[in-house]
């Protein structure tokens, strides 16, 4: 059981570094533009030597920052259930807490690929009918590989739940 709790913690906590990063900077997209190269996250993008703020209000963006946000909250209040499920921590007796690490997991993992998903669609859609030289960047890139990371979180909770239930529902008292 705290070998999968242990293994749910590394995943989450990787994930969750993951998804700051992968949120936070500018690489999810790089284009040529004019004869020059240029890069755009989910706040800015940013031309050679100067980087600008997103002011348009478009909606895939906006998505796509929201969930990409629920995702982090959800992933850090995971992480702390989960650290609570592995000391002990006997405040809230009235639930199991690797069962909620696990569910928390997944809402996490739903969300990042909600994000992923959105922003995928309307990049595809958008750029690939208008522009010949543009590709995902690597910020891109490592929030699929949270999605895979928060997937792994709460499968690792889900089996430590299940081993922990197993033997009080053969042994009842």
């Keep these: 059981m705290y070998s999968f709790m242990g293994g749910g913690l590394f995943c989450a906590g990787m994930g969750n570094i993951l998804l700051i990063v992968s949120t936070a900077t500018d690489y999810w997209m790089q284009y040529r533009h004019s004869n020059n190269y240029m890069h755009q996250g ?3 993008y940013c031309m050679p030597g100067k980087c600008f703020t ?19 909250l ?12 592995f000391i002990h921590y006997s405040s809230f007796d009235m639930f199991d807490k690797s069962f909620a690490a696990s569910i928390l997991f997944f809402i996490s993992c739903f969300f990042v690929f909600l994000a992923m998903a959105v922003y995928t669609g309307v990049t595809i859609n958008y ?9 995902f960047s690597w910020s891109y890139i490592i929030g699929w590989v949270s999605v895979v990371l928060t997937f792994f979180s709460g499968i690792f909770y889900m089996c430590a739940y299940r081993m922990h239930e197993c033997p009080r529902m053969s042994n009842p008292q």
């Design 54 to 72: 997103h002011t348009d209000s478009i909606a895939y963006w906006d998505a796509t920052r929201a969930f990409m946000i629920l995702s982090l």
């Design 42 to 44: 989910l706040w800015r």
């Design 127 to 135: 750029y690939g009918k208008r522009y010949g030289n543009w590709r």
């Design 74 to 85: 959800a992933c850090f209040i995971g992480i702390l259930i989960g650290v609570m499920a």
